[in-house]
């Protein structure tokens, strides 16, 4: 398979004077997590929702100077993006989007136009992901944890630092949510105010050992995990097929299952992991 047998067409756009708050109703209006930016009808760009997720850090000078709708696209894109054509075997892009750490490739006509995008969810349903044949389990990797508690920035700076999406745990260690991209992208909060409002924050702890339990006061702090995270968590047994997987994903339209087994946290797939054995 090629990428003109699997490219999303016609593209959504974005023009290079539009500002942030056009690029992200975009998205959230048509369900999508890229625009290709374009500048007199030539590509100059594209913006992502993570481009625009973890600009949300309470401490990041762009956005506590200026409201989203006055930020431009040009300030958070990626510039002269990665392109492919329409004849680009499948594999080859697989292994494009691993080794750049992209999500999606605009396909581009020898006019210069754009005929579609590739994104990894249009790899999801390709034959090549249809074949594969191995577990969960054998794929899955290590899930990253915050409590539901932690800060906002404390989320996005790990999130940043492993480019990837965090799980969320109560004090028993019990599932409670996951933080992804969408979530920081998509997050609502006043474009009138240079901060998130204030709360207080209250942990349930024991003044000794066998003590009795009791809410004590901890912090102040704007926005927490558990303000922003997706729940109920869909999940996947580690002895799952990756078929079941990839189905589960596309019919939830989401990119990654948490893995437990005996309502112990395992870990987690995520679709980079699938893609993966595709590059391969």
């Not at 949300?56 to 990626?78: C, F, G, K, N, Y």
């Not at 409590?147 to 260690?173: A, C, F, T």
């Not at 901060?195 to 809410?215: A, F, N, W």
Request: no cysteine; hydrophobic share 40%; aromatic share 4%.
């Amino acid at each position: 398979m090629k990428a003109g047998d699997v490219m999303s067409s016609p593209v959504f756009i974005v023009d290079s004077g539009e500002n942030v708050a056009r690029a992200r109703n975009l998205m959230l209006k048509h369900r999508i997590s890229r625009l290709p930016v374009l500048e007199k009808s030539v590509l100059t760009g594209i913006i992502t929702k993570k481009d625009i997720g973890y600009r949300l850090r309470q401490s990041e000078p762009l956005w506590r100077r200026r409201p989203i709708d006055s930020i431009p696209v040009t300030a958070l894109m990626t510039p002269d993006p990665v392109t492919v054509i329409m004849d680009t075997p499948i594999r080859q892009i697989a292994s494009l989007m691993i080794e750049r750490d992209i999500s999606g490739v605009p396909v581009v006509l020898e006019s210069a136009g754009i005929a579609g995008i590739v994104t990894k969810s249009d790899l999801m349903k390709s034959a090549q992901i249809g074949s594969l044949t191995m577990r969960v389990e054998e794929v899955m990797e290590d899930v990253i944890t915050v409590s539901r508690y932690h800060s906002l920035d404390h989320v996005v700076d790990l999130m940043r630092e492993r480019n990837d999406k965090v799980v969320v745990v109560n004090n028993d260690g019990s599932l409670a949510g996951i933080v992804t991209e969408s979530n920081l992208a998509f997050f609502l909060y006043s474009n009138q105010r240079a901060d998130l409002p204030v709360k207080d924050i209250t942990r349930l702890r024991k003044d000794e050992s066998g003590g009795k339990k009791m809410l004590r006061y901890v912090y102040e702090t704007a926005v927490i995990a558990e303000d922003l995270m997706s729940r109920p968590v869909v999940t996947i047994h580690a002895n799952a097929s990756l078929g079941e997987a990839v189905s589960v994903m596309r019919n939830q339209s989401i990119n990654s299952l948490v893995v437990v087994e005996d309502q112990e946290l395992r870990g987690i797939i995520k679709r980079d992991d699938i893609i993966k054995e595709v590059a391969q």
